[in-house]
Nanobody
Framework: QVQLVETGGGLVQPGGSLRLSCKAS????????VGWFRQAPGKEREAVSC????????TFLDSVRGRFTISRNNGENALYLQMDNVKYTDTAVYYC??????????????WGQGTQVTVSG
């Protein structure tokens, strides 16, 4: 069974940091791009960041570039999102997703259940 499970969400103050993790199972993790998406209340889901299969290429939403870092550990089937200098506008449910291919631009076919990030204080 293909599965993605996110952890690490929570409450954080503006300017603080949070690290999200996504554990993958049921497929050859190293052979696919993976990424992070988020959806805030009343808004559409948006792509936050993506990393290609070997971790060579990454993409970022303009509003998080320079503050968020994406990484992956293919040996542990894990994806990470380091969130630094968070802002109120980062409040959302964050989802990890499996790409259809090795690259970030070919769509997504498996989603995790999401983890809530709330910036407040």
């Amino acid at each position: 069974q293909v599965q993605l499970v996110e952890t690490g969400g929570g409450l954080v103050q503006p300017g603080g940091s949070l690290r999200l993790s996504c554990k993958a199972s049921g497929f050859n993790f190293k052979d696919y791009a993976v990424g992070w998406f988020r959806q805030a209340p009343g808004k559409e889901r948006e792509a936050v960041s993506c990393i290609s299969w070997q971790g060579i290429r990454t993409t970022f939403l303009d509003s998080v570039r320079g503050r968020f870092t994406i990484s992956r550990n293919n040996g542990e089937n894990a994806l990470y999102l380091q969130m630094d200098n968070v802002k109120y506008t980062d409040t959302a449910v964050y989802y990890c997703a499996k790409g259809r291919t090795v690259a970030c631009q070919n769509g997504w076919d498996v989603w995790g259940q999401g983890t809530q990030v709330t910036v407040s204080g």
